[in-house]
């Protein structure tokens, strides 16, 4: 069989690409190889100029199918990938899937049933024109309908009834992301100083945050969840295989799971019969995190936890749905400082009736809780949130879209952005490098921005948290006639087939 390519695209909208891999199109590559397929993962995170290595990599590979795994960020550059794919090679078949592609199809299928405006109808068609198919939702059986020559244009394994959907049972029997097909040592996260890999031990969020992607996609809504004794054996091959001795655990909330404390548990029997200490990090839900949770994340090794508290003034969590008040916040950072464990509070601003005075709620909480590090972003009206698939055409301000929050009345306004061009909307320099394309009835979208840099400034500087630092973007460097590419770019299956030009290292 001919090699599959597969291609991660860079995420240039983040401070430091080589954090965390990505494990979604990695797990795809996995089930790709056991069906006897040979696999190239062309990983272009923090690739400066990755257009050079995918125009050279397309000439040279016998691969004629190409899979794309795109966030909604990272949409700019995977738009001119696909583009420099059909200037090269005219005869590919190029194949879309990833959270952004999820998130419009949900959007549209939304607009269908509502009769809404036709706004995620447009981006569904840019997207239908650019690829020859779109596979939304969980792409680990989908892959193989959209390698097939007689594939639709958009494989929906969105839809719970589908049986490309993903259930508990199909989830555990899946193999693990092929980790083997990136450079993992050229990823660098560590927790308290130890080298870490990430992990994604459930699926899905059932919450109903405005502000959040995916709250229409059943992918992402839906919870599935591992077994305990499943997860843990991921663990132990990460140790084994990679000797690694710290872990990010990147689901959405990991106390969702009614069996968190059995996992946390076995994790930690686990160490002991290993005879090693891990460190864990992870998400939890501020209004679910008791004391039974810290007592058992603590024994498994966590010292560190992540919540999206998003605001300090008790109008916005009402108007975000957050279901968490500003009481239940602190109590959650309370309950983790008694034993031991490190907050890093994940903080939004721009949401519905967003105001001065809200803002500077959020900058006093802040002050009082005292988390260990913190974050604070500008909100986007993502495909897939409600803030986008529920908002209506302004009636007198052309290319703006409303959002109303019924229970209060208060509203959101959004500048259209086409997400395949634009993606600094999403989380820039931290210190003076942002910028809004949305704004309230009372602060302009510079006024979002000043106030954002004002808060990330002044808390920093009297919790004394330092800002976080970036890592130079890596260049690919050719001349010409050498056209290798180095092992953190490229890596594939062992095959009989033999690259045409192209020697991996």
Known sequence: ?????????????????????????????????????????????????????????????????????????????????????????????????????????????????????????????????????????????????????????????????????????????????????????????????????SMIAQLGCPFECGFCGGRESAMLRRVRTRSSENVVAEMRHLHQVYGTRAFMLYDDELNVNTKMVELMNLIAKTQAELGVEWRLRGFIKSQLFNEAQAEAMVRAGFRWILTGFESGSPRILRNINKRATREENSRCVEIARRHGLKVKALMSIGHPGESEETIRETHDWLLEARPDDFDVTIITTYPGTPYYDRATRHPSRPGVWEYEFKPTGDKLYSLEVDYTEVADYYKGDPDGGYKSYVYTDSLSAKQLVELRDFVERDIRHRLNIPFNLSAPPLRFEHSMGQFGLPPSILRTTASEWEPSGLIPA
């Open 1 to 197: 069989m001919e090699p599959i390519c597969l291609i991660i695209p860079p995420s240039i909208f983040l401070l430091d690409e080589r954090v965390f891999m990505t494990l979604g199109v990695l797990r795809v590559a996995a089930c790709l190889e056991k069906a006897g397929h040979p696999v190239e993962m062309l990983d272009l995170s923090g690739i400066e100029n990755y257009l050079d290595v995918v125009r050279l990599h397309a000439a040279s590979t016998p691969a004629k199918t190409f899979g794309l795994t795109s966030t909604t960020p990272q949409m700019p550059a995977a738009f001119k990938i696909g583009r420099m794919l059909r200037q090269v090679r005219p005869d590919a078949r190029i194949i879309l899937g990833g959270p952004h592609i999820t998130l419009v199809h949900a959007a549209y299928k939304g607009e269908m049933t509502r009769k809404s405006p036709n706004r995620a109808q447009a981006a569904l068609e840019k997207l239908r024109r650019a690829y020859d198919v779109l596979v939304a939702g969980d792409g680990e059986e989908a892959v193989f309908h959209a390698i097939r020559p007689d594939a639709p244009f958009v494989i929906d394994a969105d839809d719970p009834r589908s049986n490309l959907f993903l259930n508990n049972s199909r989830l555990n029997e899946l193999p693990l992301p092929a980790r083997h097909l990136v450079d993992v040592g050229s990823y660098h996260y560590a927790i308290e100083g130890i080298p870490a890999l």
